[in-house]
């Protein structure tokens, strides 16, 4: 309701809380004699949960990324690099992998991904102001893709390379 109506500062604060990363315990631990039993299956997810996230970027945020982009942008790249540190802390990514980039076999926005998750979307629509900033004039800024190229996050390296291919002019 607030992006319809273009209260932006609240609708950002909205969308970023709706955003931030949390652990769910998908399973319960088994206690038995083995100890790789004993480990509970945590997962790295929205910590709100994303039930009308989908909803609000194709009816709000997204008409509005040419006003929008470089807030969104901000905010989602930490999004990212929050679910990744949470990612390491549980020994579910490193400086090499993650588990994002598992199932997903391109970063690009037109890639089809139906099933995909929480962070999923995050990435798609981090990906998404990417693209629209680097067809711009002036265009992403190159200290940025080159601060993403050397983060120590492979999502934040593919989207960097992406950037690469779909930047139009580099200053």
């Known amino acids: 309701r607030l992006g319809k109506k273009a209260l932006w500062p609240a609708s950002l604060r909205l969308f970023a809380t709706c955003c931030r990363a949390g652990v769910k315990l998908e399973a319960w631990p088994v206690f038995s004699e083995t100890p790789e039993k004993e480990n509970a299956s945590l997962r790295i997810r929205l910590a709100q949960g994303s039930t009308y996230l989908p909803r609000a970027w194709q009816e709000c945020f997204r008409p509005a990324l040419p006003e929008l982009a470089e807030d969104l942008l901000n905010l989602l790249e930490e999004v990212i690099r929050d679910a990744h540190r949470l990612a390491c802390s549980l020994g579910q990514a490193d400086d090499c992998t993650n588990r994002q980039l598992l199932t997903r076999s391109q970063i690009q926005v037109h890639s089809a ?59």
Do not use: C, N
């Open 113 to 171: 991904y139906g099933g995909e998750g929480d962070l999923g979307r995050v990435i798609t629509w981090f990906t998404e102001i990417v693209t629209h900033l680097a067809q711009k004039t002036p265009g992403l800024s190159p200290i940025r893709i080159e601060s993403w190229l050397g983060a120590r996050d492979p999502v934040l390296h593919r989207v960097s390379l992406h950037a690469l291919t779909e930047t139009t002019r580099m200053t």
